[in-house]
């Protein structure tokens, strides 16, 4: 049956079935519970606007409001969905069946997920900031068959029911720090899954309560619409070149003009002098660089740049979208290309410009090295309230937000 004919029953079980399949791809293993409720929800009543096909592929988020050409609300891609609710599920104690859980961002379609997750004797209460996104959520639900959502209309940067405590907080926007009233309303040893902006990169991090602080238990790279309200953070950019940013999610000061100088200097590339098979994963190796860059004392950035400037050769970034990069007096400094020999292995770059690109090349590749030499360490993130003295803090990188302290760490995977 091809896609154009194919009923939405056989696209939703096609769905599902890819979404096992991806699991199994990256080595992960899809809890029983969630496939099942994946398998009982029908999307595509939660994006009625959507074609078919378009509701059931497993890669793809549906916008459902737009201002301007921003995205401002929509239901995220189902692999993205399947991975944050399996993060869920396993770091709640027990498993989700008869928990109590507040969403932060309200679609519809996770809050319906969550409600077959938590069972009967479970509860799920869903927030969003605006009025015609809650009111869209209402009525897909209760076309659904869900009409015992509870859907609230609210900015959760506030309490959204003072004094009731959740077992499980997650967020399905995208957060650049941890609202006081998250962990407050967290139940003892509960657990909160965010979306967060941690040194220029988004991961879903998976976090357990433990007295005022949360502790990691988990992290996927994820990318949400941003959070609006009270909690909403402006990234800024700054242009160093044509179709060439450094995006800045801190208090970071940049002299666009020295930066955009050094990057004109001729380029100097460094090799690490490894090989590495093509399933390896370097998602954790970004925060690591960044953990390094910041401990050094140098300014870290995120580099990021349009095509035509890589086809041009002004940069040659490992990821357009998102690269980290140094800045000290002499150099610009960032994550480069892989190169592949004929075993189908590969090795890791990095690109600098400037007076001492030499030396700040060859500093970058060995901290890549000190990486893989370490057993390429997971990240562990420490969230502490603001205030906390520094010698309360774990040993780690620290990155002051506006009402946390976050510390990173980590451990050998």
């Known amino acids: 049956m091809s896609v154009d004919t194919a009923s939405g029953e056989d696209l939703h079980a096609a769905m599902v ?26 999307r595509h009543l939660f994006t009625p606007d959507a074609a078919l096909t378009e509701a059931y592929r497993a890669d793809q988020a549906v916008v459902t409001k737009r201002i301007g050409d921003e995205a401002v609300s929509s239901v995220s891609a189902p692999w993205l969905i399947a991975e944050m609710l399996g993060q ?28 077959e997750l938590v069972g009967p004797s479970g509860s799920v209460t869903t927030v969003d900031i605006d009025r015609e996104v809650t009111d869209r959520a209402t009525a897909c639900l209760t076309a659904a068959g869900y009409d015992d959502v509870a859907v609230v209309c609210a900015d959760a940067e506030q309490p959204v029911n003072p004094g009731r405590t959740y077992d499980l907080i997650i967020v399905t926007v995208g957060a650049w720090d941890i609202s006081p009233a998250w962990t407050a309303q967290l139940a003892k040893n509960g657990t909160l899954v965010v979306p967060l902006r941690t ?59 020295a ?16 090989s590495l098979p093509p399933r390896t994963v370097l998602a954790d190796l970004d925060l690591w660089l960044a953990s390094r860059i910041t401990d050094a004392g140098q300014l870290f950035v995120v580099l990021t740049a349009q095509q035509e400037a890589v086809d041009s050769g002004v940069v040659a970034p490992a990821w357009r979208f998102g690269t980290p ?43 890549m090295r000190a990486w893989l030499d370490s057993g390429s360490p997971s990240p562990v993130l420490h969230v502490l309230p603001t205030g906390t003295p520094d010698g309360d803090l774990p040993a780690g990188t620290v990155l002051d937000k506006r009402h946390s302290r976050f510390v990173l760490t980590f451990t050998p995977a």
Not at 219 to 237: D, K, N
Not at 259 to 274: D, K, N, Y
Request: glycine share 12%; aromatic share 6%.
């Open 17 to 42: 079935d890819q979404l096992v399949a991806d699991h199994m791809e990256k080595g992960l293993v899809m809890r029983p519970e969630v496939e099942a409720a994946l398998r009982s929800v029908p």
């Open 88 to 115: 869920a599920a396993d770091a709640v104690d027990g498993g989700l069946a008869g928990r109590h859980v507040l969403e932060i961002g309200s679609g519809g379609y996770n809050a319906a997920l969550l409600r």
């Open 199 to 257: 040194f220029g990169m988004t991961r879903s991090w998976a976090m357990r309560r433990t007295g005022d602080r949360l502790v990691s238990h988990s992290q996927r790279l994820c990318g949400f619409v941003s959070m609006q309200g009270a909690g909403a953070h402006q990234v800024r950019y700054v242009d160093i070149a044509d179709g060439v940013h450094l995006r800045l999610d801190e208090d970071q000061q940049v002299d666009r003009r």
């Open 259 to 274: 930066v955009g100088e050094l990057l004109a200097q001729p380029q100097t590339q460094a090799w690490a002098g490894v």
């Open 325 to 367: 990069a140094a800045l000290n007096n002499g150099a610009f400094c960032y994550r480069s290309t892989l190169r592949w020999n004929d075993d189908n292995m590969f090795d890791l770059s990095a690109v600098a410009h400037g007076p001492v690109a030499a030396s700040a090349a060859g500093r970058m590749v060995g901290q």
